[in-house]
Nanobody, 115 residues
Framework: VQLVESGGGLVQPGGSLRLSCAASGFSFSDYYMSWYRQVPGKERELVAQ????????TYADSVKGRFTISRDNAKNTVYLQMDTLKPEDTAVYYC?????????WGQGTQVTVST
């Protein structure tokens, strides 16, 4: 299993970023995919999750209405569109898949929201 995130960077408050997570080594369309984030000194928190075909999505209250998770099963990729970014969204963002009760994580991508 390999998960590779990309798309992070520095953005001003109110701006947008689109994160991507390219997956390989497993049957992507058979699994829910999730995005998490973590800031130093805090536990990793769930940001968004998407079902196998993309019909069902869930979001943390802190990002509802601003973030959108989506997936392209033909490309084995999950996305996180982040709009109206706030300084408190600053974190390392990770994608995750759970297979057979094991969690697999990418290396993370840094998102910094600052002037």
């Amino acid at each position: 299993v390999q998960l590779v995130e990309s798309g992070g960077g520095l953005v001003q408050p109110g701006g947008s970023l689109r994160l991507s997570c390219a997956a390989s080594g497993f049957s992507f369309s058979d699994y829910y995919m999730s995005w998490y984030r973590q800031v130093p000194g805090k536990e990793r928190e769930l940001v968004a999750q998407i079902s196998r075909a993309g019909a069902t999505t869930t979001y943390a209250d802190s990002v509802k209405g601003r973030f959108t998770i989506s997936r392209d099963n033909a490309k084995n990729t999950v996305y996180l569109q982040m709009d109206t970014l706030k300084p408190e969204d600053t974190a390392v963002y990770y994608c995750k898949v759970r297979r057979f009760q094991n969690d697999y994580w990418g290396q993370g991508t840094q998102v910094t929201v600052s002037t």
